[in-house]
RNA sequence: GGCUGGAUGGCAGAGUGGCUAUGCACCGGAUUGCAAAUCCGUUCACCCCGGUUCGACUCCGGGUCCAGCCUCCA
């Protein structure tokens, strides 16, 4: 039994779809005006280990992340940029693509643009304005009436009166509530605009996902999904806008995950703090960015450190090691795949499941080569549950041999490494101990190191 | 101030009313020409105060501290 925590009911909850045998997702992706960081990559990797894993349960998928392509913050930086808007986020997009794939995350079902379903957005509101739930304000901008909707604040545990009281809510004169929320705002010059029945504009940035997850999903579906910090206003107004727009309960199960964190501080964009995925994924192996992602609970916070990536990489590195010595060619152990499953099935426990594929490739390492036989079942679990996380997945000597980018020019290549080891291997065979630890020290400064076995030496970078 | 969530061994990170999590690091041993890797073994833990219980890290109450949200944010 699959159970996930809906952050709606603050529990766990069995899993039912709509329809037997299918879930729709709806995960809100990037705002694309800029590269992605790890806070973006655990998105990516949390919902892509999600669809992989509803896919290994026999459900088929329908996984829809959009793309946010117009907003305040893409307008900005086109501009002083001096680039057009779809430049800009054409860029970023492609960008994203490169990071996600690297992460080894596979493409969404349906990757809808915001820019490209603003019909249905301006449908939506002249729903809204027809019944009531929305006004025009004197400046032209069309508001959400939040008054209008009696489940405001149920998703996120608020009481509007309580938000009304906090003095942060910023007050702003056209609105006549300062929680209600803009749905489109009214054209400015130089700014991108479209025709509506309500006066030319662009829409505000909620209304997108409404418009796009019930295009792609129907008006209501399983499993919505996104950070944390979106809960706040941004499902909260979906759930307004799409319940009050369609007459439906808007979604089943909300799905939030944690932030990532550096020295205890979330990282973000407004603070600074962020690393982009490709800054790391330059330093380490963009497996070993997932494993770290995994290897804590998605709800949980992460803290980023190279401390953290570094035990992230000696454990893929004892993983793949440990796959090297042994063919996988015989069918996984069913004890083992049920306390997989039964990991995973408890709210996606990705560190549950990782413990039990260490507890495997510890069996491989005790039997080691001396009995492939005895070794291969748990070889095979490995790469079973390996292939559902989409971890250890790649030749253990393109892993193991993998450098990182900004080292590449001061290491030496394959061939003479494969070369020194020959000339060592010469310096141990007539007894030149000297020489033979010489050439290893020299490998050693270079990040290769070498590990001498019965059937010869082998190396490694990670 | 309001609302969420959390506090586990040196670090990371699961879990359970009584029984080894797991990985990294450390220490001792095996192995090795010496290493590395691997194996064996040892050490290290459940924020504080009450309560329930034969027994609580695990349940209940109170407290302290931390993070996030309340404004754009994955």
């Not at 069918?331 to 990991?343: G, R, S």
Request: charged content about 25%.
């Amino acid at each position: 039994m699959l159970t996930i925590y809906d952050s709606a009911a603050r529990a766990k909850r069995e899993f039912n779809p709509i329809r037997p045998g299918q879930v729709g997702i709806y995960v809100c992706g990037m705002t694309v005006y800029d590269r992605c960081h790890i806070g973006h990559a655990r998105v990516l990797v949390v919902f892509d280990m999600v669809v992989r894993y509803l896919k290994e349960r026999g459900f088929s998928v329908d996984y829809i992340r959009n793309i946010t392509d117009i907003d305040d913050k893409i307008i900005q930086r086109a501009a002083e940029n001096a680039e057009t808007i779809e430049s800009l986020t054409n860029r970023f997009i492609d960008l994203m693509h490169r990071d996600a794939e690297a992460l080894g995350c596979l493409p969404p079902s349906a990757e809808p643009r915001a820019t490209e379903s603003v019909e249905t957005m301006i449908e939506m509101i002249d729903t809204l304005l027809e019944r009531g739930n929305a006004y025009r304000a004197d400046n032209g901008d069309v508001y959400f009436d939040v008054s209008t909707f009696e489940r405001y604040g149920v998703l996120s545990g608020r009481d509007p009166e309580d938000l009304r009281a906090g003095a942060r809510v910023a007050v702003d004169e056209v609105k006549d509530d300062p929680l209600d929320f803009v749905l489109w705002k009214h054209a400015k010059p130089g700014e991108p605009q479209w025709d509506a029945p309500f006066g030319p504009g662009r829409p505000g940035w909620h209304i997108e996902c409404s418009a796009m997850s019930t295009e792609a999903l129907g008006t209501t579906f399983d499993i919505h999904g996104g950070g944390a910090d979106l809960m706040f206003p941004h499902h909260e107004n979906e759930i307004a806008q799409s319940e009050c727009a369609t007459g439906c309960h808007f979604v089943n199960y909300w799905m939030h995950n944690g932030f990532v964190r550096i020295d205890d501080e979330k990282m973000s964009k407004s603070l600074g703090n962020f690393f982009t995925i490709e800054d790391v994924t330059q330093r380490y192996h963009p497996e070993v960015v997932r494993l770290f992602i995994l290897s804590s609970h998605y709800r949980s916070p992460l803290n980023y450190s190279d401390q953290n990536l570094d035990a992230a990489q000696a454990s893929l590195s004892r993983w793949y090691s440990a796959l090297k010595k042994v063919p996988a060619n015989v069918e996984p152990i069913p004890e083992v795949m049920d306390a997989f499953h039964e990991a995973m099935d408890d709210d996606f426990n990705t560190p549950k499941a990782i413990a039990l594929i260490h507890e495997q490739l510890h069996h491989i390492h005790k039997v080691g080569e001396d009995d492939n036989q005895a070794a291969a079942p748990h070889a095979a679990s490995v790469n079973a549950m390996g292939a559902i996380l989409n971890i250890g997945q790649l030749d253990p000597d393109v892993f193991l041999h993998w450098s990182a980018e900004g080292e590449r020019e001061d290491t030496l290549d394959d061939a003479d490494i494969n070369q020194m080891i020959a000339q060592r291997a010469e310096a141990r065979a007539s007894g030149n101990f000297a020489e033979s630890d010489r050439i290893r020290d020299e490998l050693l400064e270079n990040g290769v190191t070498l590990e001498d076995g019965p059937h010869g030496t082998t190396w490694r970078r990670q």
